[in-house]
Structures are given as structure tokens and as C-alpha cells.
């Protein structure tokens, strides 16, 4: 099926919703964009210094450092400042309105149906770099319904949506209130329910065309259903099990969660014996790196874990070890994708951060750049199109105020499609939030500067008070309290006017 795409003027507008929905429609952008004199990191080559990237009707159609502008283009200077793809979460449930659906088999469900908009979480996506997001629903679940590509920006999850119908979600470890066996045996009466639902309906298909054409049925049911498959169209199935079918077929892929090392053999197992292996894309759990030799000899993709640290404490000695999941994944030639982890108070909700610990950890920059560009891109079959700076593929490019993997650098820009779909400096939900720091940050220096002016003062009157030095050998004056004191001999000094 072909992406479903919404036209310029629909993203403009779903631009203005995206930072702020009291802003005015945006008018359409020019059909050509020239982004000139930054640093471009494409991903699918070396950086170029001082590049131009022309953009045309939403498309990469030249980089380089000697692309000349065309006299027609709208010029955007970005000297000093980085740009590189737009970054790519390979999976996510948190635009859903609920993670799973309380069945545990449901292919018929699309994810579009509990997609909402308005969440911050887009709005985030879109500050945070982020241009594509796989919606996916959770791991709760045996089978999940159909995922979609979309873009943070729209009013509504259509205008959303780039890629429809792009992988059915599985799980091979238990769902809530199920143990591993049941998951699996689960698993196995769906697809028996389906081959049994399959020669049924193949074989009055069979019959029907017979009927049709006035003959009589001269084989038995089993020869008649296998007759009867090459003639089904989609239209002959009900909604329960077109989707399953058309996994099968090879239409689109299986994202299967295995969230433990044994869950490894029965998940390849299974697509396997189902001939969807080939389409199959894993997502790990914290400890599944353990079944390295499983997912090395199955050698399809995964999505790693959010955490990328795995720590276990040794049940005699107590000591911690620490395991780089990456790291593990990487020595076994594995292509693998990030994601952020937005649960954590520390900066994993980044993807440019995760990326940054690959890098830290020992995984080349080029690996560790493409785990949250290409990688993913390449996962949900729209490598083509995604994740990279090439000419003929979609203008989803995101402008850094320096290195993307420094963590002092910061967004500064968006486009998709083309077209500038965020902005630091116009962001008002971000400027609040630094004039709300800034005035804590002033609150706290005058509280600072009032306590150290407060411990001055007590430190000055703490001090004795030292008497005002005369002349050597000189009398106090009266004015400075010489004649309140006792005169030598014990008498006192009679004062001028006292009777002498």
C-alpha cells in the first residue's frame, strides 16, 4: 500500500498545532529551500563543511559544498550550525490513548483508531528532533494490531500518518495473567484457526466458481480448498483474519518483543514455521542480550531496550557487573536501533544521548549516528525515502546549534517535508519554561546574596568595638569620655564649672 501523505499546506497548518494552537495558519512554503554554509552530517557519507542542501517540493535534490542556489530559492544562512537527518523512534505507544486493547488476539485493530494528536508527547518529539515515529501498540499483549509511520505534526492521526499498515505487533513473553506456555500455545491456535478459516473459505470459493459455471464439484474438500487459495482476493476474508493472511504473504513485517533470553528460540521458532522470518524484527528486553548466540544465528534486526545498561549483582560475592547492551549487540554484527527511554530522570530521553553513550562506550560514531537514522529507517521498510541527507529522499533534516552527540548543542530547527515545522526561537511552551528558570534562577541568587549580606552583618557586630587611638602621651579629652574617669589616687576629677 502505497504511504498515505498530506499535502503542504495540511503540514503548515498541523505546523501551527504542533507548537501552538493560538497561532495563525502558516502560509505554503516556497518550492525551493536552500539550506546553506552548515556542517552536514548525511549519514550515508562523509560530513561536509560549509554544504548546501537544496530542497525542492519537499525533496532532497542536491548537498554538497559546491551546489550553486538557484536565483528562484529561498536562501536560509546556516553558518556555524550542524545539520543531519531527522531522528527516527523505532517504536512508541505513548500517542496512544492506551497501550493495548484487553484482547489478547487482535490483528484486526489499527493504532490510528487510539492515536491522539494533542498529546505533548508529539509536541516533545518535534523539540526533541524526532520527525518519524513508529506507533506501535505495548508488549501486553500476543497479538497486537497494525502500526503506522507518522510525523509529530497534524490535526488529526491521518493527516499524521506517512506509511499505513506497517508491522503487526507480537509478543513472545506472557501477557498479564499468562505464563509462557499458554502465550505459546495461544500463538499456535490462532494460526491452526487461521489455516482451518482459510480452506474454508478457499474451498467455497471453489465451489462457487464451479457453480458458476455449471459444473459439478468432481474433487474432494481437502483438493477443492487447495484449488480454491489461488482464487481468494482480500476481499474474501473478514477482518479478524485478513491481517494474519497478509502477514503471511509478506505484505508487511512482525515487530515481536522478546523480554527474556528464553524468549528468543520460541519467537524465531515461530516466525519461521509461519514463513514470516524474513520479516521479522525483534525488540529486546533489559537482560535478552544473554541469547546473544539465538539472535546472532537468527540475524534479524532489533530494537535494543531503553536502558542500555544491564546490571545484575552476583548472588555470592554481592558484587554488581554492568553490562553495555550495545556493545554486545554490535560484536555480533547486528543491525540495531535506539530509543529514547523518556521514563528516566537523566538525560536517555534524548535520542542524540543514547546515541552519544554508544559512541562513549566504544560503538563507531558512524554505527551509533545510524542506530537513530538509517537503522530504524531501513527496520520499517522506508530506508529509501528516511534517514539520511541524499538527494531523492524525503527533506526530514534537523539544525543543531553545534555536534549533535555534545550535549551542550540544542534544536534549533525542523523541517519535514520541506518545511520548517519547528523553531526554537518561535517556541512558546519552551520560552515559558526558560522564563520560569530564569526567574527561579534570579529568586535564588537575591535568597543567596540577601543570606550573605545577613551573615556579613552578624560577623561585624560580633566583633569588640576598638576605642579611638590619641595622641602618645596625651589625656582623654571629655568628649571622648575622659572625664568620667577616676582621677589618680582615687579622687575624682573635679569638672570646669564645678565650683573651682
Not at 502500526?147 to 506509511?163: K, Y
Not at 527474556?260 to 514463513?275: F, I, K, N, R, S
Amino acid at each position: 500500500m502505497k504511504p498515505l501523505r498530506c499535502g503542504l499546506i495540511g503540514v503548515a497548518v498541523a505546523t501551527c498545532f504542533a507548537v501552538s494552537s493560538r497561532q495563525p495558519a502558516l502560509a505554503a512554503p516556497p518550492e525551493k529551500v536552500a539550506l546553506t554554509g552548515a556542517r552536514v552530517i548525511p549519514v550515508a557519507g562523509p560530513e561536509i563543511d560549509g554544504a548546501t542542501i537544496l530542497i525542492e517540493r519537499g525533496k532532497i535534490t542536491a548537498v554538497g559544498a559546491d551546489v550553486k542556489v538557484p536565483f528562484d530559492a529561498m536562501e536560509v544562512d546556516c553558518s556555524g550550525k550542524v545539520i543531519m537527518p531527522g531522528l527516527i523512534e523505532p517504536q512508541s505507544w505513548r500517542g496512544l490513548d492506551i497501550a493495548n486493547e484487553s484482547l489478547p488476539v487482535a490483528p484486526f485493530l489499527d493504532v490510528g483508531d487510539a492515536m491522539d494528536p494533542s498529546r505533548l508527547y508529539f509536541e516533545d518529539a518535534l523539540r526533541d528532533g524526532i520527525t518519524t515515529i513508529h506507533v506501535i501498540q505495548g508488549h501486553n499483549t500476543v497479538i497486537a494490531g497494525m502500526s503506522r509511520v507518522v510525523r509529530p505534526i497534524g490535526l488529526t492521526p491521518d493527516e499524521m500518518t506517512l506509511d499505513l499498515h506497517t508491522a503487526i505487533k507480537m509478543s513472545a513473553s506472557p501477557r498479564n495473567g499468562y505464563d509462557r506456555m499458554q502465550q505459546m500455545a495461544t500463538f499456535r491456535e490462532t494460526f491452526r484457526e487461521l489455516e482451518e478459516y482459510i480452506d474454508t473459505i478457499a474451498e467455497k470459493k471453489y465451489e462457487d466458481e464451479l457453480e458458476k459455471d455449471k459444473k459439478k464439484v468432481d474433487v474432494g474438500p481437502s483438493e477443492a480448498a487447495k484449488r480454491g487459495r489461488d482464487k481468494l482476493l482480500d476481499a474474501d476474508y473478514d477482518d479478524a483474519h485478513l491481517n494474519l493472511m497478509r502477514l503471511k504473504r509478506g505484505d508487511f513485517d512482525a515487530w515481536i518483543y522478546v523480554g527474556a533470553p528464553m524468549d528468543v528460540a520460541p519467537a524465531v521458532a515461530l516466525a519461521t514455521e509461519q514463513g514470516f522470518i524474513d520479516h521479522t524484527i525483534l525488540l529486546l528486553g533489559d537482560e535478552t542480550f544473554k541469547a546473544i548466540g539465538e539472535l546472532k544465528k537468527a540475524g534479524r534486526p532489533v530494537v535494543l531496550p531503553e536502558d542500555l545498561f544491564y546490571r545484575e549483582r552476583d548472588p555470592i560475592t554481592g558484587e554488581i557487573s554492568e553490562t553495555f547492551i550495545p556493545a554486545k549487540v554490535h560484536e555480533a554484527g547486528l543491525m540495531f536501533a535506539l530509543q529514547p527511554n523518556p521514563n528516566s530522570s537523566m538525560a536517555e530521553r534524548y535520542l542524540t544521548y543514547q546515541a552519544a553513550l554508544c559512541v562513549r562506550n566504544g560503538i563507531p560514531r558512524q554505527t551509533a549516528l545510524e542506530a537513530i537514522t538509517l537503522n530504524p529507517a531501513t527496520m520499517l521498510g522506508m530506508g529509501d525515502r528516511l534517514g539520511s541527507i541524499e538527494p531523492g529522499k524525503i527533506a526530514n533534516l534537523v539544525i543543531y546549534s553545534g555536534d549533535p552527540l555534545d550535549f551542550g548543542s540544542w534544536v534549533e530547527q525542523v523541517y519535514i517535508d520541506g518545511i520548517m515545522a519547528y523553531d526554537r526561537n518561535d517556541d512558546p511552551r519552551l520560552a515559558e519554561i526558560l522564563r520560569l528558570e530564569d526567574v527561579q534562577r534570579k529568586a535564588e541568587q537575591a535568597k543567596k546574596e540577601a543570606e550573605e549580606a545577613a551573615k556579613a552583618k552578624e560577623a561585624e557586630q560580633a566583633q569588640p568595638k576598638q576605642e579611638p587611638a590619641g595622641e602618645p602621651g596625651a589625656e582623654p579629652s571629655p568628649a571622648e569620655g575622659g572625664g568620667d574617669s577616676p582621677a589618680e589616687g582615687g579622687r575624682e576629677r573635679r569638672r570646669r564649672g564645678d565650683g573651682q
